[in-house]
């Protein structure tokens, strides 16, 4: 079945916990997926005993719906539409780790929460400033919708962005299933970036209840980044990307994926957050943890895009202080307190 699906074969890139939970919903669906994974223990081990065995190993896989290899350009070679769930950490180097050409007539469904580091940009526009890339092929995936609850097949929710709406309306309706509703607009930068900063407010969000900060800061704190989040994608969306389509601030791809980030004990950004208000180090935190944390990195992009465009976001820099420049988690949450209405 994977020719009929609208987007030709299928590929991920990546196999994380996200990623496995993507292999999931279309093997679900009946995809036959090209698997990207890093190392050939991990192929060994889903073709030897049908599941990943780090990430998400209750989900079991049909053994002819996954072709996973270590080889990188076999999957390129052979899929028409990938979906990108490297973290934006690793994004850059995955793409740079094969002839560039062979992205290019892809489609690439990213489902990446982050920024690249080393360019400070998002996947799409690192694609088309650095490759060339044609924005029509491209699609973002944004949530509410954590890995562990998709594993145990909980309904969620899944928002997918993307200029050409015949592509988009595909990848929405190649994921929809009876555990996942999905719908789709045409929000590239806006959904992205309050994906991008939703996991840095996470991780303020983890601090805030590791200092022992209650239930009804933590609203305010919550309420509170979700205005400055408006803010700055109005100011972005005006001063970058000026548009008649201005997002649609109130749905799940932007409140419930920042109210679900910040309340779920799923939620690795806030796992972070919380290391850090028990006074572990940067250093420390980000050993201790088994998966990547999106939103550190993240602060420190954000801190660059927002002093490029001169757009102030308080609650975003004081989170970055704390990553990036040591301030305690302490101090910079009693420099807040004021702030906060």
Known sequence: MEENNGLGTIGIIGNGSFGTAIAKILTDNDHIIHWWVRNTESVQHLLDRHHNPR???????????????TNLQEVLEACDTVVFTVPSAYAQSVIE?????LWMSKNIISAIKGILPASNLLLND???????????????ISGPCHAEEVAAERLSYLTFSGLNDSLTASVANAFSNTYINTTYNHDIWGAQFAAV???????????ANALDYGDNFLSVYITNCYREMHTFLEMHFEKVHPSNEHPDFHT??????LLVTCYSLHSRNRALGTMLGKGYSVKAAILEMSMEAEGYYAARGMQSISQNYNIDIPIASGIFKVLWENMPASDMFVAMEKSLI
């Open 97 to 101: 780790s094969v002839d560039p050409s």
């Open 252 to 257: 799940s791809a932007y409140l419930g994926d």
């Open 197 to 207: 900063l939703k996991n840095i407010y996470a991780i303020g969000a983890g601090m």
């Open 126 to 140: 690192f694609l088309t400033e650095h490759l060339g890339y044609n924005l029509q092929q491209y699609v973002a």
């Open 55 to 69: 990430y998400l190993t209750s989900v079991r896989f049909i053994p002819e719906t996954i072709k996973p290899t």
